[in-house]
């Protein structure tokens, strides 16, 4: 069968660490191919190259035969190339009709047209979404519907799904599954790009397995089992025993109640949220995106504000506390890692010694106005030291540090503050394995220490594999808890979805 | 912050209810439970002379475990609480206010009408945990609705027969648990336990319960159970809140439909918390808001929580009134399911 996108020996380098190693791809016509890998393997950087997002450092790109090269994702969607992108890419202050139709507007646009037009195509596609809607009002799982709408809407001949089902219901999948089927019969190539086997091994055609950014295994789907595809993925030891399900012999018991959430609300995202954290103990926290996880811890720590009528209360160690500023809650003994380090959690240009000790400060625990480099350094020697940063010196800037070395910067910032309350969010988000097992490792002494530890994450092998409860959070609440001997990924899906 | 409570003052003190987790964490143990008998709301569990007994309606009956409720003795009006004491002899309350110590109608002051719960002292002292002074055990809910605390707790001496009150002011008393040190006391309206001396002198030992509590009974190995029969609810919280409304609602809604708590639900279209009752996929989301619910908790010595068994919002063995270890298995009256559960006492507190 012809191929209609190609990729021979491509190679991709983010400051010369290899993402992607000499991979070789090849999408046929009217195919799903299904695209599996680890976090870090690799396969966003694949799709993003196809999609002109990402430009190769080595290698060649055939679209139909003929050598290609995009520049950026508008020149490859002109080619017939699509990509929903996992972050959503849409205007959040636009309506879903203004966003469908975003980039293929005529001169003179009638509002009403547009929206009609959109009503009728959402329609099609099975997808129960206003076209008036503001798309920062809808939840993430509309979003995502949205998104995919888009890339149909623009009749692309390729399009590339990453991680389309993370935020659906088993309902809207079932709709998402038979447009895909659609789509295939009439001539459409496919990128699918799932954490869930069993999707790609009901929807696909072929399979190719990434891991640590090289191409371990493609071939016809019918040639693959669960257990052949997740020895393909995981490969090496290491892998193996970073999602082991953990028996109920190695679950930590519950030490004191530190932290009571009672209630707490802030506008529509966190509604009447309840929980604690008890010292000793990982409190792992699962839940779809826009499931107001984040939003709660970040409440507790400061950084966003509850309602101030009817907001519910927060106690610590029995005493109510309502932060104005994070510094408060970091004198308190509550740190919050961030899931969004180039943002929140690190100065980029500055130096590991310069961070760390920025995190000092900020707890206000340094209390000299003047401070010898050779103090500083002193300081962050001995961090760099126990969370095993590696870096060519420690003057070497954060921006020139691995997405895991920068994340155990964050961390290293959080700690410093000497915290009783950890709270991790995302912590290997954008991180290689290695580096995973390292995190975890230091979480998991932090909680050994005696430490209240949380753990937000949305991958679930993460949060099995961490936590010694598991809370799972669903529309602005804590719906659900788990002890890690009971519970199943469709357990804990089913009530982060239903 | 140092202004809270001047802001507290505008925007109205935070009215929360504690989570239901660690020693609460939900489970689904009293639905899994096998049914030990089915019988219409049994309410309070006591054994005399190896049998189990249970007060329904008017009567008190008798609990085989593999064959039906025997009827022991009825009376002219349901039966509130009941107690053996040392020597053997069967106390029965009723909801008319009077008390029955093996047959014998026992002289009571007149401010002890609304007798929810009674317990004899190893040296058969008599204490009664009188509901309100206001109302009778039935009208528990328009008791709350009003904000009752004029409830009591009472002794009568052994040899003497005289009744002293030994604590006043309390917040419908619903459970007695005598040990060495005095008498705990669940205080319904107040989601606690308080111990309460023989001299009058209390103290909270268990506070921010998540549900109401009713009876207590010894544990084997120490401790005691503790009942919860219905759960604290944000709705219930905030109409409590809501003097006009709640005064508009007492006087115009019949009982069943009120905003409170109940012992069971979704049996009429026509109660509150319909919605509440979160439907997905034709199944009933067991975290859904509800008003009844069914909660055992283990406590120990120190009458601190270890762990609790539950029946959830989609459970039906909800407004467990009293739990007794019997047999080597915890038997839980459910008033709202209509049945008596025995649960398995070796894994009782396995899934927590």
Redesign the interface.
Known sequence: MEAVVRLERITKAYRGVPALKNVDFELRKGEIHALLGENGAGKSTLTKIIAGAVEATSGTMYRNGRPVSYKSPNEALKAGIAMVFQETSLVPSMTVAQNLYLGSERFLNRLRGITISAQQFLQSLNFPVDPTAVVETLGAAKRQMVEIARAVHHNAEVIIFDEPTAALTP?EKRHFFALMRRLKAGGVSIVFISHALEEALLISDRITVLRDGELVSTGETAGYDRDAIIAAMVGRKLSAELYRRRGSGQVRQ?GR?VL????ISMGKIVR?N???V?EGQITGVFGLNGSGRTETFKIVSGIYKRD??????IELNDR?????VPREAVKDGIVYVTEDRKTEGIFETMSIAENLFAGLLAGGHGRNWIVGMRQMQAFARNWIDRLAIRAINDNARVVELSGGNQQKVVIGKGLVEQPRIVIFDEPTRGVDVGAIAEIHQIINRLADEGLAVVVISSYLPEVMNLSD?I?VCRQGR????F?PA?ATEEKIMYAAV? | ?IF?PLLDLF??K?V???????AF??NTQIDDAPLAGRLAAPDNLVELDGRLLASSGNAVVSIAMHGGPQTVSTFDAPVTALAVSPDGELAVALETGRLYLDGRELELPSALACITAIAFAPDSSLYAANGSAERRPREWAADLMLKGESGSLWARAPWSGVWREIASGLAFPFGIFLDGAGAVVSESWRHRLVRIESSGGRSTILDRLPGYPSRLSPASGGGAWLSLFAPRN?LVEFVLQEDAYRADMLAEVPPDCWIAPALSSRRSFLEPLQCGAIK??G?H???SPTRSYGMVVRLDRGMRPLYSLHSRADGTRHGICSVLEHGGRLVAASKGGDCLVAIDLATAGG?N
């Open positions: 309902e519950p109640k009571s959430v009672q209630d009447n309840s929980f604690s008890f101030f009528l009817r907001g519910g209360a109510p506390v309502r932060y104005l409860r809370l804590i719906v659900e808890e002890s009971g239903h | 912050m809270d925007r109205g935070a929360t209810i504690p989570p239901m987790d660690g964490r939900p944000r997905t996929m199944v989301k067991p975290w899934v």
